[in-house]
């Protein structure tokens, strides 16, 4: 069982920048792929990057170039770095574990393996970003 805290989020202007911040109990931080994901207001919830233990990372388009994930296997925490943030970015974003074995294959099979099964993902509470214009 991993339990996901995360933190960090706030309300920017567009094209301010946030720091979000997730830290995970357990054993099993460092094999195992972490994410963030993001669910913007009346909309789905959707990946916006993924990390496989050896830093490798991917994105997704909306967001690549401007957001940087990285994590601390030591720390056991997951970092999103958001830069140039946009109006669209609004959204309550989640820190998730991956619950199957995927790592180990890279950041792009990570994110879609997290994507394809997130009903099985662990999930931090959420923390709000709110960009305005």
């Known amino acids: 069982q991993v339990q996901l805290v995360d933190s960090g989020g706030g309300s920017v202007q567009a094209g301010g920048s946030l720091r979000l911040s997730c830290v995970a109990s357990?054993?099993?931080?460092?094999?195992?792929?972490m994410g963030w994901f993001r669910q913007p207001p009346g909309k789905a919830r959707e990946a916006v990057a993924a990390?496989?233990?050896?830093?490798?990372?991917a994105y997704s388009e909306s967001v690549k170039g401007r957001f940087t994930v990285s994590r601390d296997n030591v720390k056991n925490t997951l970092d999103l770095e958001m830069n140039d943030l946009k109006p669209e970015d609004t959204a309550m974003y989640y820190c998730?574990?991956?619950?199957?074995?995927?790592?180990?294959?890279?950041?792009?099979?990570?994110?879609?393996?997290?994507?394809?099964?997130?009903?099985?993902?662990?999930w931090g509470q959420g923390t709000q970003v709110t960009v305005s214009s």
């Open positions: 998730a574990a991956d619950s199957g074995k995927n790592a180990g294959y890279g950041g792009a099979y990570c994110y879609i393996r997290m994507e394809a099964a997130a009903a099985e993902n662990y």
């Open positions: 357990g054993d099993s931080f460092g094999s195992t792929c």
């Open positions: 990390i496989d233990t050896d830093g490798s990372a």
